[in-house]
């Protein structure tokens, strides 16, 4: 048990074994009082708990006794319902003075004259835990209860309370329940306990998805993580688990599940899985197959993928971040030449940097032949023990120009300060354009954020030409 002003309790213990008669244990009687049984008034020392208030030293501790006792109470409430009722004696003046809810209720225009008052949507745990605190700033929560503690201190307006509340779930808030908490956030509005949560589910997509909870969330809040561009998760595994939610709303709403009513309960949220993330192989194994995607936006996709110029999709092509901030990019050179060929030898530069970031791209250099399309794989290695960080083996499309064209990671890649991490490009197709007067040092200034600067470095071994004064790989694009 914390007392106010500290750390709620994590255990399995409620408000609810505190009962009446535990605290007549406490009253005992005047002869275990040393020193009063023989000055009391004739006829008082008879009566259980007399001169109590001389056991107790402070005001704080008189009230507590006063905690579910029928001492001196004036009201009864019948918490529950069923056979968890039960009937919790208590002190309208106590009540008044902690919630203006009771204030009303007791002492208002409309106030109640009945003696024993009715709250069945109460549970009695969280009835008993909002009465302790209001009678003695002791909080007293746990697993168990704190969501109905949650509710029952707001209806009764008693926001010391719901911040323990909601303090007790952030100290406990973990990815495996992120999403069950999102959803009782979100019901009790309580919207700094939903950016948390949120948070928590964007540094741990994978696993946050994969608990039993991410079922059970209603579509607003499905939709409104699906908007997420910080999400740190495969678009493919997150369309599976979309999927996955789909089956369970059909089994909540006595639907077969079947592919039309997947489509039907899934409805907007669809449209915010973002497929031209995917690589073709992922999108032909998954959602191609499913039956979910009309035929028309099936081929819509896989010309998307395949051909160009690509066709216009209604889907999001923007790339996820795990981290919040700006998408931003540098460019290491400050010329343009051709020519550049390739032979099946990576291009590879090395870097470090000077803050926290997350690299979701490369900018690439396109054919001098005109229009065509390049097979590239893309990779981020940390340099001392040649980790694979992240790697993306795709395709993209060129114009001609001397222009750089986005290559994308399917989930970002954290980089860490000081460390130094080499980007590598294996391309296959013609010859393109190659950047020139590269610069070892990069700088970037934000309003809001300290300077961002990129220091480039020599590749050593066969890196197809590429350094730090000219070759392939001219742009990071990373978000800070």
């Not at 948070?199 to 998805?209: G, H, Q, R």
């Not at 039956?291 to 996820?320: A, C, Q, W």
Request: overall charge negative.
């Amino acid at each position: 048990m914390a007392k106010a002003g500290g750390g709620p309790t994590l255990g399995n213990e409620g408000a609810s074994n505190f009962s009446p008669s535990d605290v007549q244990k406490n009253l005992g009687g005047a002869a275990d009082v040393p020193g009063t049984s023989a000055s009391l008034p004739q006829g008082l020392h008879r009566e259980p708990g007399y001169n109590w208030q001389a056991t107790k030293s402070s005001l704080k501790e008189r009230f507590a006794f006063l905690f579910n006792n029928e001492l001196l109470s004036d009201v009864k409430f019948v918490v529950g319902k069923g056979r968890q009722v039960q009937r919790i004696p208590s002190h309208k003046f106590v009540l008044a003075t902690g919630s203006a809810v009771f204030d009303a209720m007791f002492n208002g225009g409309m106030a109640t004259t009945s003696a024993e008052i009715d709250l069945p949507d109460v549970e009695p745990a969280a009835f008993l835990a909002l009465l302790r605190f209001l009678y003695s700033d002791e909080v007293q929560i746990g697993p168990e209860t704190v969501m109905t503690t949650l509710y029952t201190a707001k209806k009764y307006a008693v926001p010391a309370l719901e911040t323990h509340c909601v303090d007790f779930l952030t100290k406990h808030l973990r990815a495996d329940n992120a999403f069950m908490l999102l959803t009782q956030a979100r019901l009790f509005d309580e919207p700094q306990l939903a950016s948390i949560c949120l948070e928590t589910i964007d540094k741990s997509t994978v696993d946050a998805i994969s608990a039993e909870g991410f079922t059970d969330i209603d579509i607003d809040t499905l939709c409104a993580v699906l908007e997420r561009d910080t999400l740190s998760i495969r678009e493919s595994r997150l369309f599976g688990a979309v999927v996955r939610w789909a089956e369970a709303e059909c089994q909540r709403q006595e639907l077969p599940v079947s592919i039309e009513n997947k489509h039907k309960v899934l409805g907007n949220a669809l449209s915010l899985i973002r497929f031209p993330l995917m690589t073709v192989e992922e999108f032909a194994a998954g959602p191609a197959q499913c039956g979910i995607m009309s035929d028309r936006e099936v081929v819509n996709l896989f010309l998307h993928f395949t051909v160009n110029p690509k066709p216009r999709v209604d889907y999001i092509d923007r790339p996820r971040c795990c981290l919040r901030g700006k998408e931003c990019s540098v460019n290491r050179f400050q010329q343009v030449e051709s020519r550049w060929g390739y032979s099946g030898t990576s291009d590879r530069v090395r870097f470090t940097v000077n803050r926290r970031i997350s690299i979701v791209g490369f900018g690439l250099y396109g054919s001098i032949h005109g229009p065509t399309d390049y097979q590239v794989t893309i990779q981020i290695l940390e340099y001392e023990n040649n980790e694979t960080l992240g790697q993306n083996e795709t395709a993209f499309s060129c114009d001609g120009t001397a222009s750089i064209f986005r290559v994308m990671f399917k989930e970002p890649i954290e980089i860490l300060p000081n460390v130094c991490y080499t980007a590598c490009a294996t391309l296959k197709g013609p010859d393109s354009h190659y950047g020139t007067k590269g610069l070892k040092k990069a700088a970037l200034e934000f309003p809001t954020a300290s300077k961002t600067c990129f220091y480039f470095f020599n590749s050593p071994g066969n890196n197809n030409g590429t350094s730090v004064e000219d070759g392939q790989i001219p742009e990071i694009i990373f978000y800070t």
